[in-house]
């Protein structure tokens, strides 16, 4: 999508080999009007496929998740971080190891919004190492229910996610794929 | 705004006097129809004010920020709930005592992100107490920008929030407002 690589390279920095901060537009401070094109665009591109529910991860995939949501006319399911008080004890839980924040945390799905009946796509923010979407994919699988495929704003295609998705038989739709940066100079990939 | 009211009574469940599940359609899974129209109304209100940010806490006030910063055409802002190794560190800090997860956490806000020139609405899905709401004003505050209000999908009308936060010079909009609910009841003010 030229109108978001258009929008990394004016407004996104390269910290490094690793760390591409986006925060101007994607994590921190969010524009609208960008993320529903790039919503819209993910549904596009899965669209006709008997999708029932676009589900992310707590909390940066939120905003695309929410745009392709509306633009596929499904609900978004938020896989949450820990178990709220509030929400009922009937739920599917699973580890997952952050490779950003250094931490593990628990992925949690109520079983109610998930069924064997479902189709979910999977929306997340970034791509890089797919433990986040690896781990989202095993708790909607408990559900019994299908993927259609993990739809990302930006792949960090010089890590393993993409391949270790594919090798799940996952079909990765990602909106930027970076295949090098470094220190102010990022590189895309077709 | 009698969409959420029918929505609340149809789909809501009041556990207890003090709780309400709406995870079916607000905080677990999430209804993107309605949050846009709800986004819309509360833009609506606050329109033609010269706001110039839309920030919200982290992270079930995404959703319909975004979809309020979406119809207003301004930027939303993410208030975070820790630092993020990636964002960098020229932040405003401020500690928040959550009453649902009774825990206390750090929100923080990068000063890149909100300035003196800023006019901005505060957008969040609950209003109860005001703690969050009240920690997310005084860290906003600390940039010197101005404050438009808080606009919340719900408001616990019998907790203090509301008045709290009127009495700080805030003007609170609620797109439904509970005046009292027990087990299986549910009371809404005008």
Do not use: C
């Not at 407004?11 to 524009?31: P, R, Y």
Request: charged fraction near 25%; avoid cysteine; glycine fraction near 6%.
């Amino acid at each position: 999508m030229k109108l978001l690589e258009e929008k990394i390279r004016q407004d996104g920095t390269a910290v490094n080999e690793h760390i591409l901060k986006v925060d101007s537009f994607i994590n921190h401070q969010v524009d609208p009007a960008l993320m529903q094109e790039m919503g819209r665009e993910i549904a596009d591109h899965f669209r006709n496929r008997g999708i029932t529910k676009v589900a992310t991860i707590e909390s940066s995939g939120i905003s695309p998740a929410l745009m392709t949501a509306l633009s596929l006319e499904v609900p978004m399911v938020i896989l949450k971080k820990q178990p709220s008080k509030i929400l009922n004890q009937d739920l599917y839980q699973t580890v997952v190891t952050s490779f950003t924040k250094e931490t593990n945390y628990e992925l949690t799905l109520s079983k109610k919004y998930i069924t064997s009946e479902d189709h979910v796509l999977l929306v997340d923010d970034f791509l890089a190492n797919g433990e986040a979407a690896t781990a989202a994919i095993r708790l909607i699988r408990m559900s019994h229910a299908t993927i259609a495929g993990l739809g990302v704003l930006i792949e960090k295609s010089f890590q393993p996610g993409h391949e270790k998705l594919k090798g799940q038989g996952i079909e990765v739709y990602a909106l930027a794929r970076i295949g090098k940066m470094g220190e102010n100079y990022i590189e895309f990939w077709e």
